[in-house]
């Protein structure tokens, strides 16, 4: 299955940074099975393909996308997607969310980005569109070391590096210019404020404060985080 067959069989056109990325090798992360993370990531960690070290995110092949847009379309399936909804997956979750363009708001080439909740009826809006939701994404990545599976800093600030060198030539020079300036910080622990009024200490090279702020200025979007319902009730 190829990103044209994709195309055809689906009757929309990705954007074209995405199919760039395809011709660049970016997509390219061989079939996910029992092996892959001893047999193929060691060959791609240091060269990342797209958003490869980004928290609890797997880029889809061709072959995992067309499955999963037959999956989300199928009168059967429990999610039951409105009509007037037409999403196409990209990437998902450990725990099977999907990362979709959401065609069915296409504006030329411009695709908003949502997250689609498999388990409540609930999308969030991400970016309006692709260049945008890696920028945020590798800010985010920025803002929030993993800790949790002891990624230490030096492998932190590694990952970062080399998903800079592979990225950044899709982004703007802003973005870029930007990213490459708070990379060049120190590793900082804050405060994350949490529902309720708790909090928690996080690690990164900037706040959670600043990068909504980082947002709002270079990627501003009227939708982003909002939150819609996509399925029948």
């Given at each position: 299955m190829?990103?044209?067959e994709i195309?055809?069989?689906?009757?929309?056109?990705?954007?074209?940074l995405?199919?760039?990325?395809?011709?660049d090798?970016?997509?390219?992360?061989?079939?996910?099975?029992?092996n892959?993370?001893?047999?193929i990531?060691p060959?791609?960690k240091?060269q990342?393909?797209?958003?490869?070290?980004s928290y609890d995110?797997?880029?889809?092949?061709?072959?995992?996308?067309d499955?999963?847009?037959?999956?989300?379309?199928?009168?059967?399936?429990?999610?039951?997607?409105?009509?007037e909804?037409?999403?196409?997956?990209?990437?998902?979750?450990?725990?099977?969310?999907?990362?979709?363009?959401?065609?069915?708001e296409?504006?030329q080439?411009?695709?908003?980005?949502?997250?689609?909740?498999?388990?409540?009826?609930?999308?969030?809006y991400?970016?309006?569109?692709?260049?945008?939701?890696?920028?945020?994404?590798?800010?985010?990545d920025m803002?929030?070391?993993?800790?949790?599976?002891?990624?230490?800093?030096?492998?932190?600030?590694g990952?970062l590096?080399?998903t800079?060198?592979t990225?950044?030539?899709?982004?703007?020079?802003?973005?870029?210019?930007i990213?490459?300036?708070?990379?060049?910080?120190?590793?900082?622990?804050?405060?994350?404020?949490l529902?309720?009024?708790?909090?928690e200490?996080?690690r990164g090279?900037?706040s959670?404060?600043?990068?909504?702020k980082?947002?709002?200025?270079?990627?501003?979007?009227?939708?982003i985080?909002?939150?819609?319902e996509?399925?029948?009730?």
């Amino acid at each position: 299955m190829t990103l044209a067959e994709i195309e055809k069989e689906n009757q929309f056109q990705y954007p074209q940074l995405y199919k760039e990325l395809e011709t660049d090798g970016m997509l390219d992360v061989g079939d996910y099975g029992p092996n892959w993370y001893n047999d193929i990531f060691p060959t791609i960690k240091d060269q990342p393909t797209l958003l490869l070290h980004s928290y609890d995110f797997e880029l889809l092949n061709p072959k995992a996308v067309d499955e999963a847009i037959k999956e989300l379309s199928d009168p059967e399936n429990y999610q039951q997607i409105k009509p007037e909804f037409k999403f196409i997956p990209f990437g998902q979750s450990e725990a099977g969310d999907h990362y979709c363009f959401l065609v069915s708001e296409q504006n030329q080439d411009n695709i908003p980005i949502v997250f689609l909740w498999h388990d409540s009826n609930e999308a969030n809006y991400l970016a309006k569109n692709l260049q945008d939701y890696i920028f945020r994404a590798l800010l985010t990545d920025m803002s929030e070391q993993d800790t949790y599976n002891d990624i230490d800093d030096e492998e932190f600030k590694g990952n970062l590096s080399n998903t800079l060198k592979t990225h950044t030539k899709y982004l703007t020079e802003k973005q870029t210019q930007i990213l490459h300036d708070i990379f060049a910080r120190e590793i900082i622990d804050y405060d994350f404020e949490l529902p309720k009024g708790r909090k928690e200490t996080r690690r990164g090279l900037l706040s959670d404060i600043e990068l909504k702020k980082i947002l709002a200025e270079i990627v501003p979007y009227e939708k982003i985080d909002q939150t819609f319902e996509y399925a029948e009730e």
